[in-house]
């Protein structure tokens, strides 16, 4: 291998062996799940040379799109793989400029809505280029409330957007209503360049006022949520590349929203005002008012997105579906990973399936990763 040696030693870089590795193993994966085993071995040639040549390689459209589907599939904390396979893909790699992706994006939120009847999607920027930073959506998701914090502490609107909301003032933003549903504005930083701030075009957000089946008073609340749940804040990685903007989306859970977006205490916390509207006895927590006011919420979330035409999927029945999920995976010989503390969801735990079924967690590529927040990038956090 003299020759090889010697040619690698003119040109500009030692290949990432790590990377390599990476991208055998997802070439190996794609060509034996697509069905093109022969094509492995010349394809892997093709991306070794590109690697020396580059330091990193192109996915093709098809491997970023399956790769996509395998990092959903793969991701231990979501309940709702069974669908891993009708991921839509969309590939804006060749984007270049912050408006450029802003416009994408609001594509993204449009098609991803199409009228309430919820697609899956995932929208994939240019990969992160090595030794430098990727591309960065600042917003956890696309779309989320800001949380102001008043002068006693407390905190008008999503607590848990109290300090991207912070960050967005010192970048100038200016609060537009106060209000405790006020859709952000997205945040989006090219490497090496000064974040720039968008505001979404109002039309684009669908919202569900929140009603009940049996209480006329609910919706005098005015409790609302968006209607589609896209995570832009994580790493897609595929075959050792890092995708660092790749916001997807799926339907909703109810218990996302009643459970926890509206009933924790770190959030909207707002148990306590629907146990006093409904009468409840609030000073013992053995009236279990706080579990009776966590299902009326629930009842209402449900009802409302159905009334309103927006796909929802309730808790019974995301259970059942991942255990269909599970018999496939073994079906097609492969093994499934799951974390139980997520997959069970957040209320009525024993009487779903998946709450007596042991899971094994393991963090598997493709796969979507948390990376720190923008904005603390500098500071010693660590990502969780
Ligand atoms: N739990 C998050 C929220 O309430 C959304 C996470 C993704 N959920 C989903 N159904 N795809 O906003």
Redesign the pocket.
Known sequence: MLWRHNMAATLPFSIPEELLLEARRYTHLFHKECGTPHDYAQRVEAVRIELERTGTYRHTQDELTYGAMVAWRNNAR?I?RLHWRSLQVRDMRHLSTAQDIFSALVEHIRLATNGGKIRSMITVFAPQTPGQSGIRIWNP?LIRYAGYRQADGSIVGDPLNADLTEAMHRLGWRRTQGGAFDVLPLVIQLPGQPPEIFELPPECVLEVMLSHPDFPWFEDLGIKWHAL?V?SNMRLEIGGISYTAAPF?????GT??GA??LGDVERYNLLPVIAQAIGLQTRSDRTLWKDRALVELNRAVLYSFERAGVTIIDHHTASRQFVHHEKHERQAGRSLYADWGWIVPPMSGSTMPVFHTPYENRQTTPNFFYQNDPWLENSLRPAL
């Open positions: 979501c709702g998701q749940p995570i989306n799926g339907w909703y859970m996302e929203i926890r977006n």
